[in-house]
């Protein structure tokens, strides 16, 4: 039996940090539709994710042409039109979760199904949170709209794979109160 191979999809890796995880319920940017996203972390030394999510954009953009193309006489170069792999380094120096890493923001106006190393799913909404790792399925696709012109991410599907430091300085409230000290409690 052969399977259809999807050239925009792509699953990265199992180090993908999630960061700013609105997966359980949709916000709204700049009063745009609400939607579900993620900023995916992707090590720089995660080269075969890297690699897939290149392919994945090119593979968006030969699929999109059309697209991309609108009104124009030609389609504009891959190189100048705005893709959604970015550079921790570069766009986010000062942000310690984003050192040594790509990231890529993607989002879904249908919320993504969310499931654990087992590929049960989590129901448990603190299970998920800016810092865990797990993988993603997400698809590229050319997009052209009020004279933006791009390669954009769609979120598709979660995979926690383990948990992480929480990002944002926000502590779970299974960490604060992990110490039997009552100290100040009964004073």
């Known amino acids: 039996m052969s399977k259809f191979v999807n050239p925009t999809k792509v699953i ?6 999630w960061s700013y995880a609105n997966v359980w319920d949709p916000k709204s940017i ?10 995916l972390i992707i090590p720089k030394s995660d080269t075969a994710t890297v690699n897939k999510i290149k392919a ?17 006489k030609t389609v504009p170069a891959l190189s100048i039109l705005k893709t959604p792999l970015r550079d921790g380094d570069l766009e986010r120096p000062d942000d310690e979760a984003y050192k040594n890493a790509y990231f890529i923001n993607a989002n879904s106006g249908t919320a993504p199904g969310i499931v654990d190393a087992d590929r ?5 909404r603190s299970e998920v949170y800016s810092g865990v790792y797990g993988r993603a399925s997400i698809n590229m696709y050319a997009f052209n709209s009020n004279g933006n012109k791009g390669i954009a991410c769609g979120l598709n599907n ?3 794979t383990r948990d992480g430091e929480p990002l944002g300085g926000k502590s779970r409230a299974e960490d604060d109160f992990a110490t039997e000290e009552d100290d100040d409690f009964l004073n």
């Open 12 to 17: 990265t890796g199992v180090n993908t940090r």
């Open 30 to 39: 700049n009063g745009g539709a609400p939607k579900y996203s993620v900023s």
């Open 56 to 72: 994945a954009i090119q593979a968006a953009y030969e699929e999109g042409e059309a697209k991309l193309k609108g009104n124009g």
């Open 120 to 124: 049960q799913p989590i129901l448990d």
């Open 158 to 160: 979660l995979q926690k």
